[in-house]
């Protein structure tokens, strides 16, 4: 048997019976906008609304959300009135629908992408509630949100009898129909304030910002003429100004942090730690971590960008722009170098230790100890062959991302032939190895061009 069953029952008459049900009212429905990140725009329809609710009747709505940068939305809510339930539906990009926890939220929304997200909220149980209550949705780490008024069915509309003189009007109003008819002599909607120094005529102008509509910035009360801000669950969530526009949580975010990590949130903008700028303070301004060995930023090849080298030559790469694995001359630029590490001979023999501490050296026994690429050829490692001051040859390899040499101890040493394969298919961009596989071809040129010359002389 339904309720409207009994109560017919007991002998009301149906044109005397009241059967109150559930709405929704939208209050603030302003269109979404198409500005860019760097303008004010309207990202969230609709902005206020009004939900009435019977117990176990759910209310549903619709909140658009209109992207003016690409981001992951994530809607969260405040704290919810005991009793209150909320479930969210997400339809994004390509209708992808997710349920659950995954209708919170719409992934890879690009820059005027338009997700809508269907929202529901039921009252499980009808407490005694004298004054609506309201909850607010908005999406992670962004500042617009929509304001959610409920009101609750829990009995019929009310009598003509009130609470005169009641504590929930602060003594000095008539508790009615779930709000305070203030007596004479008294203002605000808990009859806080004396009219004897004030203009009731709009009293609460003075809590408008800029003559807005807004009052207290939706994040306060309005009590005699002044803003008291809302207090958030988090304690160390602050909502503060003259109007309460300010807060301290709703500032941009790097990393999932608050400003980076590097920062503060001072009315809703990021108040930068020294060294560091952006609006989550999330690009450092020290260079110290682009500087090349030679002392140069980024090796004079690049741009130091939030303490990261951007390298603007494009043959050359690396963290610091210092890696050029096509340029010539790699093993002509460390011959010195190595040769007076290995050897104590050169031409830096005398400076050695100043000018060659650069890199770390390995002596092996022969070539055919000395490191070799893979199958795939990896152009960072370097084959050389070079002449010291004796005039004879010596063999190293070094990689010129991280500078690690490996010398074959005793100069003049035959190279392997897998390492001369290496080097003609092109392994070493050394001018010295060229020139030995110039020379060697020169030799066996000059061999056939004797032989040919010969037989002729000996077969007449």
Known sequence: ?????????????????????????????????????????TQVQPQKLTLTLRTGEPQTFNMKFKR??????????????????????????????????????????????????????KSQKCELRGMPESIKIKPLGFTEEVEVVLNFICECPCSDMGEP?????????????????????????????????????????????????????????????????????????IYSGKYCECDNFNCDRSG?????????????????????TGSACDCSLDTSTCLAKNGQICNGRGTCE?????????????????????????????????????????EKKDTCEQDCDYFALTKVKD???????????????????????DDSWFFFTIRVDTKEVHVVDQPGAIIPARSANLMERGVSSSPSIFMFGLNQWLGVMCCLTTFSVLVPLFTR
């Open 68 to 121: 003016v940068s690409s981001s992951e939305v994530i809607l969260e809510n405040s704290q919810l009135p005991q009793g209150v339930s909320i479930n969210f539906e997400s339809i994004c990009k390509n209708g992808m629908e997710g349920t659950d926890e995954d209708g919170r939220k719409c992934s890879d929304v690009s820059i005027g992408d338009e997700v809508t997200f269907k929202i529901s909220i």
């Open 256 to 276: 999932n942090k608050l400003c980076g990590g590097h920062g503060r949130c001072e009315c809703r903008v990021c108040v930068c730690d020294v060294n560091y």
């Open 306 to 346: 939030c303490g990261v080298c951007k390298c603007t030559d494009p043959k050359f790469q690396g963290p610091t722009c210092e890696i050029c694995p096509t340029c010539p001359g790699v093993c002509a630029q460390h011959k010195a170098c190595v040769e007076c590490r290995a050897f104590r001979t050169g």
């Open 165 to 237: 003189n009641s504590d929930k009007c602060e003594g000095h109003g008539t508790f009615k129909c779930g709000v305070c008819q203030c007596n004479e002599g008294r203002v605000g909607h808990l009859c806080k304030c004396s009219t004897e120094n004030m203009d009731t005529e709009d009293m609460d102008a003075n809590c408008r910002k800029d003559n807005g509509t807004d009052i207290c910035s939706n994040n306060g009360d309005c009590l005699c003429g002044t803003c008291e801000c809302k207090k958030r669950n988090n304690p160390s969530e």
């Open 367 to 389: 070539t055919s100890d000395l490191p070799m690429p893979p199958f795939n050829q990896d152009f960072r490692l370097m084959h050389c062959k070079e002449r010291n001051d």
């Open 1 to 41: 048997m339904s309720r409207a069953d009994g109560v017919r029952m007991r002998g009301c008459k149906e044109a005397q019976t009241v059967n109150p049900r559930g709405s929704v009212w939208i209050e603030e429905n302003k269109l979404l906008s198409d500005g860019d990140a760097h303008q004010q725009a």
